[in-house]
């Protein structure tokens, strides 16, 4: 069944409702004609889909001098790239732990799942986080761009011996994987540890800090980011481009020797040689013959809602005394300091289920954002007066202030799916975040705009991948097959993908 229109109005986001102004890009397109061929139809216009298209639509990119055109659904940003927490976070250290962890085994629950790297592999994946926050600022400075980023440090939390044993841990492998890496071990690893409670806790201010992580980090207003990318796409100098907004595609078909027929039911149908699905979570309705089969891109993708809020803090927290970092908290929240509104913050995952927030059924196979559930709503309220030191009474319309959710796609074995699709020539994807899509799409983007600017010239070659982009993250049939097997780790007890909240 397709996903849109979606039987449900959506929440509205922080985001969303500070980016109403006349450069912003709400129902672009609506009611253009759609045209009758394309050399590159996106859909989705996430972040994913905008950032493909700026860099596809570059003075020589593979874009140049033809017709590329994003389709999506809804408005520009209205899924996870408008509801998100707005941080442009790469990972520690913890993320070797995960990347490296074997593949889930058992059956449900909760059980530690990874996915099955090698530390070199893990290594890529960390200095690939790394670029692509130096990527964003890099983009946003040359472009001379107006979206609240910010770049500093990010401090990882961790409150339990547990969690802190767990770190140092990781730390070690890191290490030793760095040192023994002839690739990486020139490169800064650019995070340090304290392990000192009482300094752990001056630093971030934290009640119950016993070690934490520091490092860089970043944040940007998502809504204006995407859009912004969008408009320099609009206003590219040597590209035909498009943006087409409430035009959902609802099948795909290959066409013999031509490439795809995108149709968009009233919309009419587009035909083009190369069609790039940075549909996200939503990706698993296009192609129900592989959900059914088990297999393929869909079947790899479990949706999961994630809740996020706005937090005006009390003046104790503003001014100088204003937070000056970015948070990931062990068992808690990610939490940024916007530039201006206060402080963004919600559950991770791992969080929810770790600390009883939620079970399995409140996040995964959840594809309604109409909804606040009230529990997660309740512990966003509470987050910050619980955790800060000194955090001090909140007056009138401080403290929490609106709350909001979105949907992101979780790839089964915890890595992005990019580049072309096994089995479908002519048909790639960037899908699949886990939830950190910030801290990795522009730079997957980068990669995949390459690849298509070297087969531009001969299309009846394969696409060459790009050294830069982690090779974990291609699209291989061995990935596709286990999907189904890994997909179980996520399923729920009460049936398959839902479109309506069952909380
Ligand atoms: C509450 C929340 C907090 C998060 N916090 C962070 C964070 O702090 N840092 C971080 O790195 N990541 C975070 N994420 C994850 C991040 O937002 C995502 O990884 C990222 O936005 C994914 O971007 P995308 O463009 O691939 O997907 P999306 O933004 O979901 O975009 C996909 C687009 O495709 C369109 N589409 C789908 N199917 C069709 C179709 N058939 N036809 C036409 N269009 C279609 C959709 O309408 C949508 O606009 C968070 C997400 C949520 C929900």
Redo the contacts with the bound molecule.
Sequence with gaps: M???PQPFTSTVSHWQATNRGPTSLWNHGRDDPLPETADYVI????????SLAYQLTRPGAAGEGKTVVV????D??????????????PRSWDLMGSLTAPLWEGPGGNEVRGSGLTPEEALDVYFFELDNLDLVEDIVKTEKLDVDFWKGSRLEVFSTTAGADKTRENLVAFKKAHAASAKHRSRPAQWEHVDDATEAKNVSRVTDAIALNKGPGGSWH?HRG?MALLRLALESPCSDFRLLSW????SLEQVDGSGWSVD?GTRGQIKAPRVVL??????R??FQDDLAAGQGVPAHLVPY????GLVVPPTTFAGRNSLGTTYGFENGA?L?STVHSGLVL?PYWQAVLDTGLGTMSDIFFLED?SVVVPKFREWIETFCKDRYRGWGPENRSEGPVHA??????VSVDLLPLVGPVPGKPGLLA??G?????????VNITRCLAAMLRNEADDRSAAVVWDPRLPRSFEITEKRLKRAPHLAKAFSDPVGPVQTTSRS
Excluded at 43 to 50: K, N, Q
């Design positions: 397709p996903a849109f859909i989705g216009a996430g972040i994913t889909g905008a389709l999506e659904a809804k520009v940003a209205s899924c996870a790239s408008g509801r998100n927490g707005g941080h442009i976070a998502p995407t035009t959902p595609v609802m968009c940075c549909t996200n979570a939503y990706t309705h296009l809602r994630g809740h996020a990610y940024i919600g954002d909001w959710t979105g949907i992101m796609g960037a899908v975040y886990s939830g950190h899509g910030m801290a990795m799409v």
